[in-house]
C-alpha cells in the first residue's frame, strides 16, 4: 500500500444501495434498511469500487463539494457508525409484544399462495380501495337490519364468539396475502408470513423488510393491501347474511364482520405500529415517525439552549401534520393508560366480589360463566401488564439498592 494514500475503509462492509425513486435512495445492510440523500449515495457508490479514498474522491468528481478530508470525516462520523450500530444489534432478540412467534411459510410459499391476488393491485388500486370503503360505510348500517334474533340462548351464543374468534385467523391471514400480492406486484417479495399470539388475541405477521427498496406510492399500497382484501371480505359476508335464514349461522357471520369491521378500523389508526401507522410514516416521508414525535415533543417541553443558534421556524404542512399527530398521540396514549387503571380498578372490584359471595351462590351454568369471565379477565390484565410490571419491578428495585448502598 501506498504510505501517501488512505485505504477506502468502506470496502470492509457488504452493503447494496437502491434508488428507490427519482427522490429516494436507500443504504442496505445486514437485513436492515436506512433512507440516504443523494450526496451520500454517491458516496457509497463510488465506496463500492474505490480502492483509496484518493480515488473515492476523484470518482466524485464534480458531486463532491468537499475536500480530502471532510469526505473523510463524513465516512467516519455519518456512514460507518450505521455499519457498527447495525451490527451490534444484529444478535439482539427485539421487543415487539408477541409472547409466542412462529413462521409458518416461507418466501417462495407465500409468493406462490398470493401471486393469484396480485391481479388486484393494479393501477386501479387508490380508485378501488376508495369505492369499496364507500360501499362498506353504506352497507354497515342497512346489515344490522337482516340479523333476525341477537338474543340466542346463551351457551349458543357463546359457542358463536368462540367460532367466530377462530375466524380471525383465517382473516388475517388473508390479509397478510394481501400484503404479500401487492409486494409481489411491486417487484418485490415477502421475506416470510409469520403466526403469533400478541397478549391473548391471534396475530399474523409479514416480512416486507425489502419494502423499503420500492417507490412510495408502492409502498403506500403494500401497507393498504391486507385493508383492501379485508374489504372485498366484508362484501361476502354481507351477501351470505342476505342468503342465510338460521339464527345461530347470522349471529355467526354477523359477529365475523364485526370483527372484520373493527380489526380493519384498528389497523387505519396510526397511533399504533400498524397498517395505518406505515401509511402515514410513508406519506409524510419520515421512516421512524413515532421518534420524530417524541423528538418533537421533547423540544417543545424542554428549555432551549441560549447559545444555540435561532432556527426559523417551519410552518410547512408536513410539520403542521408532525405535530397534530403528536398532540393527538400524546391525548391518546393518556386516555389508553387512565382506561387501562379504571378497567383493572373495576376487574379487582368485581373479582372481589365474587370471592365474597361465592359460598352463597348456586352452582349453575350462569355461575360456572361469571367465574369464567373474572378469571379470563384476570389473565388479560396480566398478560397486558406483564411488561410494564416487569419496568416497574426494575425500577423499585434498584431504588432498594439505593436505600440500602
Not at 440523500?37 to 464534480?62: C, P, S, T, V, W
Not at 391525548?331 to 361465592?358: D, E, G, P
Request: glycine content about 4%; proline content about 3%.
Amino acid at each position: 500500500m501506498n504510505p501517501l494514500q488512505t485505504e477506502n475503509s468502506l470496502l470492509n462492509y457488504d452493503y447494496t444501495i437502491t434508488i428507490a425513486s427519482n427522490n429516494e435512495f436507500v443504504l442496505a445492510y445486514q437485513g436492515k434498511y436506512f433512507k440516504i440523500g443523494a450526496f451520500m449515495y454517491q458516496i457509497l457508490r463510488a465506496g463500492q469500487q474505490a480502492k483509496y479514498l484518493e480515488d473515492l474522491h476523484a470518482q466524485l468528481g464534480n458531486v463532491a463539494n468537499v475536500n480530502l478530508a471532510g469526505l473523510k470525516e463524513i465516512i467516519d462520523t455519518k456512514i460507518l457508525p450505521i455499519f457498527k450500530t447495525t451490527a451490534d444489534k444484529a444478535s439482539e432478540t427485539p421487543d415487539d409484544g408477541f409472547w409466542y412467534k412462529k413462521q409458518i411459510l416461507s418466501s417462495r410459499q407465500s409468493t406462490i399462495l398470493a401471486k393469484p391476488l396480485s391481479f388486484l393491485f393494479g393501477k386501479s388500486f387508490y380508485f378501488l380501495f376508495l369505492l369499496l370503503t364507500g360501499v362498506n360505510f353504506a352497507l354497515y348500517s342497512r346489515t344490522h337490519n337482516i340479523v333476525a334474533n341477537d338474543d340466542l340462548p346463551l351457551g349458543t351464543e357463546i359457542l358463536a364468539w368462540v367460532a367466530s374468534y377462530f375466524s380471525l385467523f383465517f382473516i388475517m391471514f388473508v390479509h397478510e396475502l394481501g400484503h404479500t400480492a401487492a409486494a409481489y406486484k411491486s417487484g418485490i417479495n415477502a421475506r416470510s408470513i409469520g403466526l403469533g399470539i400478541y397478549t391473548i388475541m391471534p396475530a399474523m405477521y409479514t416480512d416486507l423488510t425489502d419494502v423499503w427498496t420500492v417507490s412510495k406510492s408502492n409502498r403506500i399500497k403494500i401497507n393498504l393491501a391486507g385493508i383492501y382484501i379485508q374489504l372485498i371480505i366484508n362484501l361476502g359476508l354481507v351477501a351470505a347474511l342476505h342468503c342465510i335464514s338460521n339464527d345461530f349461522a347470522q349471529s355467526f357471520v354477523w359477529k365475523i364482520y364485526i370483527f372484520n369491521s373493527v380489526l380493519m378500523v384498528a389497523n387505519l389508526v396510526p397511533l399504533l405500529k400498524l397498517d395505518g401507522y406505515w401509511v402515514l410514516s410513508d406519506f409524510l416521508g419520515v421512516p421512524n415517525l413515532i421518534k420524530t414525535s417524541n423528538e418533537l415533543l421533547l423540544d417543545a417541553v424542554t428549555k432551549k439552549d441560549p447559545f444555540a443558534e435561532e432556527q426559523p421556524r417551519d410552518y410547512s404542512f408536513k410539520k403542521i401534520l408532525l405535530v397534530v399527530y403528536t398532540i393527538i398521540r400524546v391525548s391518546f396514549i393518556i386516555f389508553v393508560t387512565f382506561m387501562a387503571f379504571a378497567f383493572i380498578y373495576a376487574s379487582i372490584l368485581k373479582t372481589i366480589a365474587l370471592i365474597r359471595y361465592l359460598p352463597y351462590l348456586s352452582f349453575n351454568f350462569e355461575t360456572a360463566i361469571e367465574v369464567l369471565k373474572r378469571i379470563v379477565t384476570i389473565v388479560i390484565i396480566s398478560l397486558f401488564t406483564r411488561k410494564y410490571r416487569k419496568l416497574f419491578s426494575n425500577v423499585i428495585l434498584k431504588r432498594l439498592k439505593w436505600y440500602r448502598a
